[in-house]
């Protein structure tokens, strides 16, 4: 029941965060998603992934935060409970099949006699090394913005 309800709370934060129009709402929600994926990590044993992805995601939701923050313009208005609303609604429907129907646990996988925690670590490197790849792209990015943005203000 417990991953049931982890997994009802990623999908919901991931639906949240691309729908949401305000980007400190749209960071908090990614948020929630990169510490539910490190606790799902976690109760698969995977405590090294789980501390990884707790690393990882915080330098993206820091470099996120900051360009939101500098970029985005700033709305008077607070979001409306539509606007909220909807994105919730459409995140527990998603999550119904997860709620009623039955998929075996992820602690009794194994990928060919090896426990799930080994097979993800040693298969992680990969994603790490992505995810660097993706947080330096998109620093590079708001660089080019910001460098633009100042010779557009000269």
């Not at 990882?56 to 470099?63: E, K, P, R």
């Not at 409970?81 to 129907?101: E, H, R, T, Y």
Request: overall charge negative; glycine content about 6%; charged content about 10%.
């Amino acid at each position: 029941m417990i991953l049931e309800l982890i997994a009802m709370g990623l999908i919901i934060s991931a639906c949240m965060s691309i729908y949401l129009d305000e980007a400190v709402y749209s960071t908090a929600s990614l948020a929630c998603v990169f510490f539910l994926t490190a606790i799902l990590y976690a109760l698969n044993n995977a405590i090294f992934a789980s501390l990884f992805q707790l690393a990882i995601g915080t330098g993206t939701l820091v470099v996120l935060f900051l360009a939101g923050e500098m970029l985005s313009e700033k709305s008077h208005g607070s979001e409306s409970l539509n606007k909220v609303l909807i994105p919730v609604f459409a995140g527990l429907l998603i999550s119904l099949p997860v709620i009623f129907l039955s998929v075996p646990s992820a602690f009794e996988s194994k990928i060919s006699n090896v426990p799930f925690a080994y097979a993800l670590w040693n298969l992680r490197a990969i994603d790490v090394v992505l995810q660097a790849l993706v947080m330096v792209s998109v620093a590079i990015g708001i660089m080019i913005i910001l460098y633009e943005k100042g010779e557009g203000e000269r």
